[in-house]
């Protein structure tokens, strides 16, 4: 079944081509910054060794509330990957925005992390941002990031993306280069109507595939992933099968969801919906946390092994 009135998108992008940009103006779009609140820092780089280097390190998730519609914004690392990180969280998605810069154009990790993203046959949105930019060559880029595709292998289906153009700066987005449009709803809607809707069994036995682990000092290992089947609620008895097979019963001691500034606790989340839960421990990329009754087990996650490798040459 359809989730209808949830996306999960993953935004991926070369560093500085104005992901954490997009993501403030798309929050304000939504309404999700209330009148006169100060937001002190932007949102996804909250995290200090993060605006030391200036990058994005962490995957942070949050939730944009668009209507009836809810958009979980999975945050993908820009820098240089070699542990599989890009593609595990890319695991929770149906879809991506790719924001390319619309003066440099595709560059290294744009191809990185779209190669994965194709592969796991996610409907790409090309979003070119920095329009406003003097020099910017929308079209060029455009045609760019096409040409990457087909060289990517892309499906024709991959291949008629959506293309929406951008100022995340001036907090506008277009659907021609020029058409004058002041705000962020043409890129909404376009998430919303070219991402799928997440499929799902709400109605059956509790599913979750943990695709990523964060750490709390508070409450140690948060397991991360998308709600396959059944509600989670706080205090369930679950089950954990780990990767190799091996089971284990513990209970759900938190859950939480996403919303506008990042992870909320709640009594219960729902299928299709990205959430984060507390209480298994022992937690891996991989593992499926599920009913003890009716377990249910997904494929695993495949990560591709890393292609670079250090030889030491003996002295
Ligand atoms: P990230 O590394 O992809 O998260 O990129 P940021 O959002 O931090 O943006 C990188 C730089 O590009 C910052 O200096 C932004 O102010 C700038 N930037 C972001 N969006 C735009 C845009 O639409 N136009 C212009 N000219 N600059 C932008």
């Given amino acids: 079944m359809k989730q209808d009135n949830i996306r999960n998108v993953a935004i991926i992008a070369h560093v500085d081509h104005g992901k954490t940009t997009m993501v403030d103006r798309l929050l304000g779009a939504a309404g999700a910054f209330r009148e006169n609140q100060r937001v002190e820092e932007r949102v996804l780089d909250s995290n200090d060794q993060e605006r030391e280097r200036g990058i994005t390190i962490l995957s942070k998730n949050i939730a944009i509330q668009y209507g009836d519609v809810k958009i979980n914004v999975i945050d993908t690392p820009g820098h240089a990957d070699f542990g599989g990180e890009v593609e595990r969280v890319?695991?929770?998605?149906?879809g991506a925005l790719l924001i390319v810069d619309a003066f440099e154009g595709p560059m290294p990790q744009t191809r990185f992390v779209l190669r994965h993203a194709l592969a796991l046959g996610?409907?790409?949105?090309?979003?070119?941002?920095?329009?406003?930019?003097?020099?910017?060559r929308p079209d060029e880029v455009v045609d760019a990031v096409f040409d990457l595709m087909v060289e990517l292998d892309a499906s024709d289906e991959q291949l008629d993306f959506p293309v929406v153009f951008a100022s995340a700066m001036n907090g506008y987005a277009r659907y021609a280069a020029d058409d004058g449009n002041m705000d962020?709803?043409?890129l909404l809607d376009t998430i919303v109507q070219q991402v799928p809707a997440p499929d799902c069994e709400p109605s059956g036995p509790v599913a979750l595939q943990?695709?990523?682990?964060?750490?709390?000092?508070?409450?140690g290992r948060i397991g991360v992933g998308r709600l396959y089947s059944g509600t989670m609620h706080k205090g369930e008895q679950v089950l954990v099968i780990k990767n190799d097979g091996t089971r284990y019963n513990t209970q759900i001691k938190q859950v939480f969801t996403f919303q506008e500034l990042g992870k909320v606790e709640v009594e219960a989340a729902g299928a299709g919906d990205i959430i984060a839960v507390v209480g298994v421990d022992d937690a891996d990329i991989g593992d499926m946390v599920t009913n003890r009754d009716n377990p249910i087990r997904l494929d695993p996650i495949e990560v591709e092994q890393?292609?670079?490798?250090?030889?030491?040459?003996p002295s």
């Fill in 90 to 94: 890319l695991n929770m998605a149906d």
């Fill in 122 to 136: 996610l409907r790409i949105v090309v979003v070119v941002n920095k329009v406003d930019r003097p020099g910017a």
């Fill in 184 to 186: 962020m709803v043409p």
């Fill in 210 to 219: 943990i695709c990523t682990v964060d750490h709390s000092s508070f409450v």
């Fill in 306 to 313: 890393p292609t670079m490798s250090v030889v030491f040459e």
